[in-house]
Structures are given as C-alpha cells and as structure tokens.
C-alpha cells in the first residue's frame, strides 16, 4: 500500500491554512481603508507610511490601546492581528511616528463583522442628478458569483452583470461599474443620475456556489434632502403660526368692531322703552278737569230795559 508523502500533505496543508486565514477583503472607499471579516476570523490591519516609522500604536474601537513598544516596524509597515469578534467593529485608530516629522500622522481604519456577501458600504449618500455606485462583495476571499442582482426601495428588481454597460443601461438608469467583477465577487450597480425616487434601502443579493442567495442592504440617501425637509417643516409650522395669528387678529378685530357697534344701541332702547312706560303710567292717572270758557250772549235790549234779552224774558214769561 503506498504511504503519503508527509512534505506533500504538510504543504497541502498550510496552503489551505493560508487561504482561510487571509479571506477576509480589504477596500479602500473614500480614502479610508474597510476591513470585511467573518466572526472569529484571524485578521491582521495594517499601517504604513511613506517615512521610516519609529513607533506605531492602534486603539481600538472601544478606546483601548495596544502598546506601541512591541509593535513590530518592518519597511514603513506594523501590524495588529486579531481574532474578530463583534466587539471588534467599529472605527480603529492607528498612531504613526516618524522622526522627519514630529507631530503623529493618525490613520483610520474601518472594521466590520460581515456575513459572507455583505455592503462596501451601507449608508451612501449621493447628489442629486449625479451618479453614484452601490455594491456589495463577498468576503472570504475572490469569490465568483453566479448572479448579481438588486431591489430599488421603488421600481421593479433586475439583475446585472459587466455586460451592462452605461451606453445598454437598463431603464436608461443602471448599468455595471467596470472597475467591478463577478468573477471577483463583485455585485456592484451604478445609477447614472440620482433621483428622489431612488432614495431609501436597496437590496444586493447574490449568488454562490451553495446554490443560496446571499443579501446585505444598502440605504442611500440624497445630500442635503434632511435639511430641506427640516427646512420644509420649518416652514410649513412657521406658515401656520402666522396663519393662525392672522386669523386670531381678524376676529379679534371682528369682535371689537361688532361689541362697538352693536353695544352703542342697547342703552337708548332701554332709555327709550322705559320712557314709554313712564308716558303709559301717565296715561293711566285721572286727568284734571278742564276750565271751559264762559260764552255770554247779548242780545238788542228792549228799549227802556237795558241788558235784558227779550229771550230771556219769553222764556221766563207765563204761559
């Protein structure tokens, strides 16, 4: 029975340690260096300058600090190699110090306890009417996808791929970034122009070779739009206090001009109706007999008989 070459087995076996150890991905976005690693993945972040080092240092993302006098300086280079656990998310700090230049250079790098496909970035934000890309990546190393596809927060989901291209963009809207590969596990999708439709959480999923889709989400947002709603807000509260004012003020004013007015009539119709009940009780009361005038008639006197009527004497003669 043939035997095993023991130094074929030994070197199978530390290639295979190699790879696993060094599956995590590293991506340089916006000038800050992304660390993506599975959970309890061996991991090593790196500092590096263009000067000789004469020490180097990290704190963590908690505010613990590694001690800068064991740190090893080889060729403008140290590293901290860790065990990643969630704890160890966040952004570390590396402290650089080189004797040409006194004062420390100080580098951030950004750690992040991923799944097996995971965001570059999971919070974008984008100008509006500019383009931006969006991506996830797998992160155990240069993985091939069998697909690439997204969910838009509105609109209809599509699949993409390098061949894609802005000049075939599908709804005139998306196409695939050249410097992405699905070879390389990337699922990467660039939006030619930024509207307020495309804002909110979009879905990456890809596919590997388990046969399973793997999705992270990305939300993007659009510059400035959380202070032009503030603003809006602002104003439309502004608006209705005025409006509110406004309105008060009117029937304020309504309500002064109407007591005014309507306040003026009252007194003289209580004046006038108790006058009518003083004339009414004056009615009532016995009149005072009236002095009619003494009407004397004088008639021609018979002569001899001077102020006697001849009337008078028929009326008093005998019958």
């Not at 800050?32 to 993945?41: G, H, M, P, R, V």
């Not at 590396?94 to 496909?117: A, Y």
């Not at 510059?223 to 608006?239: C, D, F, H, Q």
């Not at 003026?264 to 109706?273: C, D, G, R, S």
Request: net charge neutral; proline share 6%; charged share 20%.
């Amino acid at each position: 029975m043939p035997t095993a070459n023991p130094l074929r087995v030994f070197a199978q076996l530390i290639i295979f340690v190699f790879t696993i150890t060094n599956a995590f991905r590293i991506f340089d976005i916006d000038g800050k260096e992304t660390i993506l690693a599975s959970e309890n993945e061996n991991i090593s972040i790196q500092c590096k300058s263009d000067f000789p080092m004469t020490y180097c240092g990290f704190v963590h993302p908690s505010g613990k600090r590694f001690s800068f006098t064991d740190r090893t300086v080889n060729d403008g280079k140290c590293a901290q190699k860790i065990k990643a656990t969630k704890s160890d998310s966040g952004e570390w700090g590396c402290h650089i110090g080189t004797k040409s230049v006194r004062l420390e250079t100080i580098k951030k790098i950004q750690v992040r306890i991923v799944n097996q496909v995971a965001a570059l970035e999971t919070n974008v934000t984008a100008k509006l009417g500019r383009p931006i890309t969006i991506a996830c990546a797998t992160t155990k190393g240069l993985i091939p996808l069998s697909y690439c596809r997204f969910e838009p927060p509105n609109g209809r989901s599509f699949n993409i791929d390098p061949s894609v291209t802005e000049n075939s963009s599908i709804l005139g809207k998306y196409y695939f970034p050249s410097n992405a590969s699905l070879d390389r596990g990337d699922c990467a999708v660039t939006i030619i122009k930024v509207k307020y439709d495309d804002v909110g959480l979009w879905t990456c999923g890809a596919g590997l070779d388990d046969g399973k889709e793997h999705i992270d989400v990305i939300k993007l947002e659009v510059e400035g739009m959380y202070k032009m709603s503030t603003a809006s807000a602002t104003g439309v509260t502004l608006g209705g206090i005025l409006i509110a004012v406004a309105l008060g003020s009117l029937g304020y004013v309504a309500w002064k001009k109407r007591r005014f007015l309507g306040g003026t009539h009252p007194e003289p119709e209580v004046i006038e109706i108790q006058e009518m009940a003083r004339q009414s009780s004056d009615s009532q009361s016995p009149m005072p007999e009236r002095s009619l005038p003494a009407i004397v008639i004088q008639s021609p006197s018979t002569p001899g008989e001077p102020g006697t009527s001849p009337l008078m004497s028929r009326s008093q003669s005998p019958t």
